[in-house]
């Protein structure tokens, strides 16, 4: 399947039916749902973002949606020109495809004066400055350090709409760990939301509250935004807040009905610190009964290497977001085993991988094509040195926006020039579009040789080679469309990119915390600093926290096509104590380490020597026992059978299984779901086994179990009573009845 890619340069379709040419069978039933509510669950490569444009425009194409009546949301400016870009390119001119705050800012904007009169208050654009002048009012000292945590807290507390003075109780009953005095905090933020009233200007949240609030006080003005908007499409609706809901439920009337399509993947949560939560999407079924649901498995991101490392990373997790985890099923032929790498020290480390990415790009990978991702963005020094004394280029993923970087808003300025005098004595000889923009830069050094070393020379060079790369794809992208390049068209395609924040690719391997690379893709990964303490992060204490940490490092992994390296340190300076181990989350994935904590083997020795991912045997498909589809999620491949076919279980058996295995609990003193969980005794019911054999094949029932519980399990689907008295089996059952959780429940346990 090939992407469609941002700017779409090529034919348009020529009708409805050519919009679906190319799509998969389930992208095709996304694409194909014009009709009530639709939640669409995408695993990580499957093609989320063609599914859904497609589906826009085929409602388009075919007349059952009108564009200007279309909204489809997401949550970066990059996103959404990339999904500007595609509808554009399928034919959906006129569809808006903006973020939340983008949306709602532009309703705020036009309904304010009317709503509530005067000029919209004046937006804060950076808000940091004013929250360490509310700590100062409030009278507390915060180190500079210190101001971005406090502004985090603020955001949080407004997107789950908390009010100052209930944060204090807020924060206790998230579980966050509030980096001063939560009624420290209250205060400050108390004094900033007093300070944007006195000077009359918002924050980017207030744009969401306010424009919610008109909505909700003014009904005739919601009508109005309802009759303008009829059909929404949220990408990413894992990660929306409670305010953005809010929003969501005021723009489509909240009805069970509404036409609204969302889609989304729960194992891709990892911004629950910012008040995002995949609750909206996991009970998308009970807002709307009636809504279709469409799975997306198939990948075509990666190769089948990395997806079954990435599988069987969540098939190890836990909560609610485990139990709708997608299994993926790659489409690319195979490729390189991942790898695991130790090394003595976070120096050793970084000149590894360093050395390991000059061999890829020898290879004749792209630098551009290479990543290396780590927990935080502390971590990146010993990278860049690394990368820098080889000579190799890099870039920093968060740091300043491309657009924003002087040298590329200068260079903006001279092309703008260029195209506006025409015949340019400068451009005058240049053979086509790349070699004019070449002309143009060369007035500010730019060469076709960049400047040896690394530093802020090297880095304003990428920045105008990116430029000249980018021409080069325009001018052969009209002319393959049969339109004209020239300076001018150039210009407005850098202006568009602009405003929608879509930079192009500088040539350079890029360093990018795990967080700032989620949607993102790569030819080859590196997976740095992988050790206990950073991954997870030490101040991940609850076991939603723990689960979010395994989510981030599933989202590292499915980031690579075909190249996946997995490493850590066990000091981080030379000499040091080897005291650091490898990341719990690695446990029964890399060789000689077992589920649940094994620490044995995977040592490679001194220089970090290479070893092949340890793999399981391959489990073929789970099909359907009543219509046989193939079963994607845990639950379902337990029961084997879809949540929505009918089900054989005798009722009677399965209350006789809890009542047993509440007694067994008890005497045990173990939660219920450590004997069976309620999808494994569900399953036992509707199969009814007679025999051990049969027992021993219900999934969830391992040798541990089998031989502990099996007799009892057996008598009771007899219809028998098993004993119920017996002695303890162990003063502290902890240990036995969790190796018998890791050992057993390979298909995540459903509920705690």
Known sequence: MIDDGWGGYGARPADPDAVLAGLDPEQRAVATALHGPVCVLAGAGTGKTRAITHRIAYGVRSGVFQPQQVLAVTFTARAAGEMRGRLRQLGADGVQARTFHSAALRQLQYFWPRAVGGEVPRLLERKVQLVAEAAGRSGLRVQRTELRDLTSEIEWAKVTQIVPDDYPVAVVKAGRDAPRDPAEIARVYATYEQTKRDRNVIDFEDVLLLTAAILEDRPEIAERVRGQYRHFTVDEYQDVSPLQQRLLDQWTGGGAGASLCVVGDASQTIYS???????????????????????????????????????GLLAQARGAAAQHRLELVSQRGPGPEPVYLEHPDEPAEAEATAHRIRELIAEGVRASEIAVLFRTNGQSEVYEQALADLGISYQLKGAERFFERPEVREAGLLLRGAARAGNDPLTADAPDLAAQVRAVLATRGFTAVPPAGSGAVRERWESLAALVRLAEEFDAGRTAAGEPADLAAYVAELDARAAAQHAPAVEGVTLASLHAAKGLEWDAVFLVGLTEGMLPIVYAKTDEQLEEERRLLYVGVTRARAHLSLSWALSRSPGGRASRKPSRFLDGLRPGSAVGGGRSGGRSGEGGAERSAGRRAPRGPVTCRVCGKTLTEAVERKLRRCEDCPSTMDEGLYE????????????????????????????????????????????????????????????????????????AESDDPSAEAVAGLAEDESENSPEK
């Open 273 to 311: 610190f910012t008040g995002a939560t995949p609750d909206y999407l996991l009970n998308f079924r009970t807002r709307h009964p009636d809504a279709a649901v469409v799975k997306l498995v198939r990948d075509y991101r990666s190769t089948p290497q990395v997806v079954q490392l990435a599988n």
């Open 656 to 727: 006789r299984l809890r009542e047993w295995r509440s007694r067994r609990a008890k005497e045990q003193a173990v939660p219920a779901y450590v004997v069976f969980t309620d999808a494994t005794l569900m399953a036992i019911a509707e199969d009814t086994p007679s025999s051990v054999a049969e027992l021993s094949r219900i999934s969830g029932v391992g040798a541990l179990k089998l031989d502990k519980y099996g007799a009892d399990v057996l008598s009771l689907c007899l219809g028998e009573d098993p004993e119920v008295e017996r002695p």
